[in-house]
Structure formats: structure tokens, C-alpha cells
């Protein structure tokens, strides 16, 4: 049995999925400003508003660029690896680690989850293991959950700054969300479609929102091509202040977030950044700095406000830094990450050093997997899908970035200065053999996969999911 004292009575986590941490006005992080030509102004005054309050960690870097494994990292304060989420949609979290919510459950919390991506964050993955209150997109019913239990273990995932770049739902925006849409796809001269095309979707939408969002799709795609580059950048940064504006100030105000911080913790983060370049395409292929350094900003009554701190670290970080402040004594062996206290509290002055990786490739093929899990609403158990392995070592100084090919085990490796490279243009692995060696050391050997539980179908059941993709515009096929 955990053992605790002086627990904190609010815990809210915060993730804004896809937001980089050089796109907060007050970041001293300029990266997206130096790649490319920015013609909007960066004007993020709520989340500015939250560094001034708080503890502002420049430099927190991801497990992983894309949102399940991320979130799996972040919630269970191990590396992909451990907690097994690690081709993007084919395996569910570990039941031999324990979430943060399964933790402090243990020791009398509500335990709250809040997504507006359910398909990803939801029960097919296990990110509800022990909750008490699962919300889908709805702000109003998280903040009413949150004040109506006197300790509770909150965790609210905002997918607003992702594409389509600041919007929430054609119900929320209203015109604005049309409007947009209409803007982008002009570029590109893309019409909305007549029919639905085949897809997986993070919540259901009705048809028309389907429609319109498949048109921005489309258009991201046309300009990437097109390699409008500078021009999608120039969408997501107005789409980070649009939602800093609208719906994150809401938030901000419904939660009360002086009472949260007088009665707890308010932790703020992102799972991964995004870029368009022509060594990436959002934030599915690469591991450069600008998919996983991510903002970290952590409030609390007995912390310092408006520290902005520079040290390396994690967000697998995250979970023992809360059950450290909430008085658990012993924190769980498992743990990768490590409390962030020391840090926060001037006493630490060395940098951790950060991991993460990605799986890719066969995307048609994954896609389509996803499909078909969400229409069984289970996971099913299939061959690996990816072809490529992409694994980062992060330090104050040095990247690592190693490139696995999975048909035949070939590695090759990239080293960058980050100090007097901070965009990582310039690859010195050659020159830097030692380094290379050295940094190797860190980088996790087991590249094995493990399967998701095995589901038996019937005939029927098999004629349900046909029928479903026919309807969804498949052929029939063997």
C-alpha cells in the first residue's frame, strides 16, 4: 500500500497536443522563426499568463512525435519500451505498469480523463484503466467533474492546435471554422468533396464536418507538394493563437485556475511539435527538435513563479514529479523518469538526458489497420506495419538521431552540435565517432514487437466489418 502525506487536493495535467515550445509568445526558443519566413505575430497571452505563474521548462523533451505513445509516456513515466505503445496504433499500454491515475487512485482520488481524440486516447489502447469519469470533448463537463470532488487526478487533452491548425469543431467555431477551410483549400483550388472519403476519425463528426475537414486535409497535402512550406507554418502559428484565444482562455477561466494552484498542481504540456520542411511532413518522420522538444510548465502554490529553467528533461518526468509533490514516499522501481523537484527547487543543476522514438512507413497500411479497430473496437493482431525505426539521444550539447531499416537491420547514424546548430542542419557523426559511441550507450537494443491481444471472429462477425468497409467505399477483395 502507498504510503502518503500533505497530498495535494487538485492534480490537473494539461496536454495541447502538436504544440511546439517555440510557439509560445513568451519561449525563449525561437526555432520556428529562424527555419522559416513567419508572417503572423506569435500572440499567446493566456499561456504566457501560465509561465508567469509558474515553472517554465525550456528544454522537456518527448518519448515520441506522435500521440499514443507520447501521451503512454507521459502518463506512465516510462519509455515506450516499457509500456509497449510503440507502433504508433498496434499495441496497448503494459498492464505490468501503472498509470498515474491506477496510482493515486490507490490512495483516494477521482480520477478524471478528458479527450477530444477518443479513438487514439480511449479503451482500445487502455488509457481509461482505472478512471471514474471518461469525457469526450466537452470543457464545460470536465470543470464541473473537476470542483465536484474534493481530491481529484485530472487530465484534460486538448487537440485544437492540431491540423486543422487552431480549430476545435464546426459546432464550436461556427462560420469560423468554414472559413477557414474555405481560405486554405483556395490556395490550392480544392472544391468540397461530394462524398465522404475512407478514414479513421478521432471523434464522429457529423457528414458535414467530415467533409469540410477532409477538404483542409487535402489542401495541407496540395501545399505541402507544392512545398508552401513557410505558408503552413504561418497556418499553425495562427492556429496556436486562435486557440490560445478562444478556447483556451475559456478553459482557463471555467477551471478557476488560482483555486487549482492554491489546492494543488497545474501541469501544462504538449506530446510533440509539428513541422514542414523538406526532411518532414507534420510530425510523422522525423525526431528533429521541433517534433519533440515541447513545452513544460508546472504550477503549484510552493513553487516559484516565473522561473524559466534550461536543463534538459523529459516527460516521462512528469509522473514521478507529481507523486513526489503529492507525498509519496517511495516512488514505483519501474519509473524511467525522475522528479523534476530538486530541479524546480534550484538544488539540481545538471541536465537529464532525454530518448525517444519513432516507428514509421506503409502508411496506407496503418491507416487502414486503425480502420479496422475502430470498427471491431478492439485491437487486432497483425505483423509489424512499420519498415523504419528512428531512435534520439538528447543532451545539452549533442543529437543523436539513428535510422533503423527493419527489412534489413541497416542503422545509420546523424550527430548535431545543437549548441551552434540549434535547427540540426549539419550532420557531424563521422567527425565524432566518440560521441557517437558514447550516446550510442543510451539507446534502448530491444526493437522487438509484441502483439495485441488475439481476437477470434466469427463468420458474422467477419461479414460486419466487410459490410462496414464497403460501406466506407472498399471493394470487396480477398
Not at 492534480?11 to 525563449?28: A, Q
Not at 526558443?29 to 527555419?35: D, G
Not at 506512465?76 to 505498469?97: A, D, Q
Request: glycine share 4%.
Amino acid at each position: 500500500m502507498i504510503k502518503s502525506n500533505n497530498l495535494p487536493n487538485k492534480i490537473v495535467l494539461v496536454s495541447i497536443d502538436n504544440l511546439r515550445v517555440d510557439c509560445i509568445e513568451c519561449s525563449d526558443i525561437k526555432r520556428i522563426f529562424e527555419l522559416y519566413e513567419i508572417k503572423v505575430k506569435l500572440h499567446t497571452p493566456i499561456l504566457n499568463s501560465l509561465i508567469n505563474k509558474g515553472a517554465f521548462f525550456q528544454q522537456c523533451y518527448s518519448a515520441a512525435p506522435y500521440t499514443t505513445s507520447s501521451h503512454a509516456s507521459i502518463l506512465t513515466g516510462v519509455y515506450p519500451e516499457k509500456h509497449k505503445v510503440r507502433e504508433y496504433y498496434r499495441t496497448s499500454i503494459s498492464n505490468k505498469i501503472l498509470t498515474i491515475f491506477e496510482i493515486l487512485k490507490s490512495i483516494g482520488y477521482v480520477t478524471v480523463f478528458a479527450t477530444d481524440y477518443p479513438f487514439l486516447l480511449g479503451s482500445i489502447l487502455d488509457f481509461t484503466r482505472k478512471i471514474d469519469y471518461y469525457i469526450i470533448q466537452n470543457d464545460e463537463k470536465f470543470s464541473e467533474v473537476l470542483h465536484a470532488h474534493d481530491k481529484v487526478i485530472a487530465f484534460v487533452h486538448f487537440g485544437s492546435v492540431h491540423s486543422p491548425f487552431g480549430l476545435t469543431s464546426l459546432e464550436y467555431d461556427k462560420s469560423y471554422f468554414e472559413d477557414k477551410v474555405n481560405q486554405v483549400a483556395s490556395k490550392c483550388n480544392i472544391g468540397i468533396q461530394g462524398k465522404l472519403e475512407v478514414e479513421w476519425l478521432e471523434k464522429d463528426y457529423s457528414t458535414r464536418e467530415r467533409l469540410l475537414r477532409q477538404q483542409y486535409f487535402k489542401s495541407v497535402e496540395c501545399l505541402y507538394q507544392a512545398k508552401q512550406y513557410d505558408y503552413l507554418m504561418d497556418l499553425y502559428v495562427e492556429g496556436c493563437n486562435y486557440f490560445d484565444s478562444r478556447r483556451f482562455k475559456e478553459f482557463i477561466e471555467r477551471i478557476r485556475l488560482d483555486t487549482i494552484v492554491k489546492q494543488g498542481m497545474f501541469i501544462l504540456f504538449a506530446d510533440h511539435g509539428e513541422e514542414y520542411s523538406e526532411r518532414a511532413y507534420a510530425h510523422y518522420n522525423g525526431l528533429w527538435d521541433s517534433l519533440v522538444n515541447v513545452p513544460l510548465v508546472i504550477l503549484s502554490s510552493n513553487i516559484f513563479a516565473g522561473r524559466k529553467i534550461n536543463q534538459v528533461v523529459r516527460t516521462v518526468d512528469i509522473v514521478p514529479t507529481v507523486l513526489e509533490y503529492a507525498g509519496i514516499s517511495k516512488l514505483p522501481l519501474w519509473l524511467d523518469g525522475k522528479s523534476l523537484k530538486s530541479i524546480i527547487e534550484g538544488t539540481e543543476t545538471e541536465s537529464l538526458i532525454a530518448y525517444g522514438e519513432t516507428w514509421f512507413g506503409m502508411t496506407k497500411q496503418i491507416l487502414d489497420f486503425m480502420q479496422l479497430c475502430r470498427t471491431s473496437n478492439k485491437l487486432i493482431n497483425v505483423k509489424p506495419l512499420a519498415n523504419t525505426l528512428l531512435q534520439y539521444v538528447r543532451t545539452e550539447r549533442w543529437k543523436l538521431i539513428r535510422q533503423i531499416d527493419l527489412d534489413t537491420m541497416n542503422e545509420s547514424n546523424k550527430l548535431f552540435d545543437v549548441v551552434s546548430d540549434k535547427n540540426e542542419l549539419i550532420n557531424l557523426a563521422d567527425k565524432n565517432k566518440t560521441v557517437v559511441a558514447d550516446l550510442e550507450k543510451h539507446l534502448t537494443k530491444n526493437i522487438g514487437f509484441e502483439y495485441g491481444d488475439t481476437i477470434k471472429l466469427d463468420v458474422k462477425d467477419l461479414k460486419k466489418i466487410v459490410t462496414s468497409f464497403q460501406s466506407l467505399g472498399y471493394l470487396k477483395g480477398e
